[in-house]
Antibody, heavy 121, light 107 residues
Framework: QLQLQESGPGLVKPSETLSLTCTVS??????????WGWIRQPPGKGLEWIGS???????YYNPSLRSRVTISVDTSKNQFSLKLSSVTAADTAVYYC?????????????WGQGILVTVSS | EIVLTQSPATLSLSPGEGATLSCRAS??????LAWYQQKPGQPPRLLIY???NRATGIPARFSGSGSGTDFTLTISSLEPEDFAVYYC?????????FGGGTRVEIK
């Protein structure tokens, strides 16, 4: 069974860069066939798609975050990563990594448990 | 950006009753709409993809319908474990967007 697990600091200072990693296990990690994604959810609010990566280098970002987001892949470690720069309190959220149901799909069937990242000094 | 509007915001029902949740898109998404269920402290769970297809392991009491801009998630008879928040999501183009959610609570 495919499993995803987010990791990274739970506390980030304002203006710094949030860095998270998603480790994939229990299945084939093939960034060349799936659109691996990051989604976030501020406390008590709804879901926001951050971005997705496909084929190692093709990235797609939410326009509202595009200037601050970078998603990358490390296939040797079965990981993909999220960097969000110049964070503010508005970036406080649970961050999820996810994989779609099938290749070329964008409906997310596999999710990590999520990691709460708080932006505070 | 395609905006998805879900209604109602909250649905108060009793176990055994049926539930009808709506998702309206600001422009046509064809049939490329999914529904998720989320319980407190858990990630979303894919229920329905491409309007009407149940994901793996999803009970038959969940069904989806619609096309274009108007979609419905129906729960035929609510079980205690169905009380949760439900989100719709399109995959028609970038950016992917989610609706604001409908909370199904116990009356």
């Amino acid at each position: 069974q495919l499993q995803l697990q987010e990791s990274g600091p739970g506390l980030v200072k304002p203006s710094e860069t949030l860095s998270l990693t998603c480790t994939v296990s229990g299945g084939s990690f093939s960034s060349s066939t799936y659109f691996w994604g990051w989604i976030r959810q501020p406390p008590g609010k709804g879901l926001e798609w951050i971005g997705s990566i496909y084929d190692n280098v093709n990235t797609y970002y939410n326009p509202s975050l595009r200037s601050r987001v970078t998603i990358s892949v490390d296939t040797s470690k079965n990981q993909f990563s999220l960097k969000l720069s110049s964070v503010t309190a508005a970036d406080t959220a649970v961050y999820y990594c996810a994989r779609p149901r099938t290749v070329s799909d964008h409906h997310f069937e596999y999710w990590g448990q999520g990691i709460l990242v708080t932006v505070s000094s | 950006e395609i905006v998805l509007t879900q209604s109602p915001a909250t649905l108060s029902l009793s176990p055994g009753e049926g539930a009808t949740l709506s998702c309206r898109a600001s422009q046509s998404v064809g049939s490329s709409l999914a529904w998720y269920q989320q319980k407190p402290g858990q990630p979303p769970r894919l229920l329905i993809y491409d309007t009407s297809n149940r994901a793996t392991g999803i009970p038959a009491r969940f069904s989806g319908s619609g096309s274009g801009t108007d979609f419905t998630l129906t729960i035929s008879s609510l079980e205690p474990e169905d009380f949760a928040v439900y989100y719709c999501q399109h995959r028609t183009n970038w950016p992917l967007t989610f609706g604001g959610g409908t909370r199904v609570e116990i009356k």
